[in-house]
């Protein structure tokens, strides 16, 4: 038996870093402030820990676009599957070249390109989405911010998040 609603529940929960940061940060600030020797030293690492759980909970919040998107998304030891109402497959997280945010799509889709497969499309929203931060964020050279800013633009076009090789010179800067 719950004593919170369902709704409040899954709000409590899409929040759950940012929450368990705050209250690692309110611990910390009080052991350091109020005690002394290796207390003071717990609490001072409370507050680097809490920290850095704080900016990582913001971006996985912003990560989070809501759920009930269509199919279900599964990571397995490096396999990413996508099971939809119409499409389907699998790639290899150690394989994927190419990261694209496809913004034509309804609702926008992650594209992950793998040399000999298929493009396999997600939309950003189906069920399970929240595995994917880390495998993105796992990408060597994978900036998260811009993949943040991107997810939340609006365009009708797709954008590049992430290459394995650059299919255009380094020197030759687009903006």
Not at 5 to 17: F, V
Not at 77 to 85: N, S
Not at 149 to 155: N, P, S, T, V
């Amino acid at each position: 038996m719950s004593f919170i609603r369902p709704e409040a529940q899954a709000s409590l929960w899409r929040w759950r870093e940012l929450i368990v940061a705050a209250l690692m940060l309110l611990v910390g600030l009080k052991w350091a402030f109020t005690s002394y020797g290796f207390t003071a030293m717990t609490g001072w690492a409370l507050i680097a820990v809490g920290l850095v759980l704080a900016v990582v909970g913001a971006q996985r919040l912003r990560f989070r676009l809501g759920a009930g998107g269509p199919g279900v998304v599964q990571v397995d030891e490096g396999q990413i599957a996508y099971f939809g109402p119409l499409t389907g497959g699998a790639v290899a997280a150690s394989e994927i070249e190419r990261l694209r945010l496809d913004h034509t799509a309804k609702p926008p889709h992650w594209v992950l390109e793998q040399p000999g497969q298929p493009p396999l499309a997600i939309p950003v929203n189906a069920e399970g989405h929240e595995a994917l931060f880390d495998v993105f964020a796992s990408l060597p050279g994978l900036r998260t911010e811009r993949m943040l800013a991107e997810l939340r633009k609006a365009g009708a076009h797709q954008v590049v998040i992430w290459e394995r090789i650059p299919s255009r010179p380094t020197h030759q800067r687009l903006h």
